[in-house]
């Protein structure tokens, strides 16, 4: 573990190396702070940030490495490596020796056709050991820097419904249960409550439900009535039935008494 008591206006950053499961080649190492950076050590520059890409809102980091080529097709490539360059040494001195058109063209051709053939086979070789790794950054941040305060929880919120913050103090490890009243306290889910509370009428146009029918299904699901058989009952899908229990739809109604 880095600490950096402050480093561009990051007041206490601390970094930590992420572990990889999994055998490279590539010369990597790749860190994360708990202000939710991530920088990156390899061969062409020290301790660059890494802004990496969008996910469905959340901050996604992607990288490529390569897995170790096997130790028999290593002396394979060495031995073709030493012909290539042998044949090239010889057109050299070919050349040096002023010897005929002919068997310069000759031997051209050939280190020609060498070269390009091992070419190729490196191109395929490195497709052939490319692995593809992704991370999310608050994932990361997370895992490193948040110690999980039971096994259930298993799923990360930010606390400010901000997505691009992933400082470790914005985040937490939650249960599903946790995680869903979480998620009904959101600003977008509000401000879909207040929209259907100014409209007085259902979430969709052609919803199959009505707030008495919603007021009903809530009973039942505080009844654990199997989600199959209210499906039956209201005609409406899985999908909609999760998401009313989870509070994303009609999270304004109540549960009949």
């Not at 939710?36 to 959340?58: D, F, H, P, W």
């Not at 050349?95 to 068997?103: G, L, P, Q, R």
């Not at 692995?131 to 997370?142: C, D, K, P, S, T």
Request: glycine fraction near 2%.
């Amino acid at each position: 573990m880095y600490l950096c008591l402050m480093n561009n206006g990051y007041w206490l950053e601390q970094w930590k190396e992420v572990e990889f499961d999994f055998e490279f080649t590539n010369k990597y190492r790749l860190e994360v702070s708990n202000w939710g950076r991530i920088r990156t050590y390899t061969k062409l520059g020290s301790g660059r940030i890494m802004k990496g890409s969008m996910s469905e809102g959340y901050r996604i980091i992607r990288l490529k490495f390569y897995k170790p080529r096997e130790p028999e097709l290593e002396v394979q490539f060495k031995n073709e490596q030493k012909e290539v360059a042998q044949l090239l040494a010889k057109k050299k001195q070919l050349v040096k020796e002023n010897a005929s058109e002919e068997e310069i063209n000759t031997l051209t051709q050939l280190y020609e056709e060498k070269k390009a053939a091992l070419s190729k086979a490196f191109v395929k070789d490195l497709s052939r050991r490319t692995m593809h790794y992704h991370a999310l950054v608050h994932r990361l941040v997370a895992t490193y820097f948040l110690p999980k305060p039971s096994p259930d929880a298993n799923i990360i919120a930010h606390l400010d419904y901000n997505k691009l913050n992933n400082r470790v103090d914005n985040l937490r490890w939650m249960t599903t249960e946790e995680i869903h009243k979480h998620r009904v306290n959101s600003p977008s889910v509000q401000a879909e409550i207040n929209k259907r509370r100014l409209r007085l009428t259902p979430p969709h146009k052609n919803t199959k439900l009505s707030v008495t029918k919603v007021m009903l299904l809530k009973k039942l699901l505080n009844e654990n009535k199997p989600i199959k058989q209210l499906v039956k009952i209201f005609k409406v899908t899985e999908t909609q039935i999760l998401r009313i229990k989870r509070g994303e739809n009609w999270a304004d109604v109540q549960a009949a008494k």
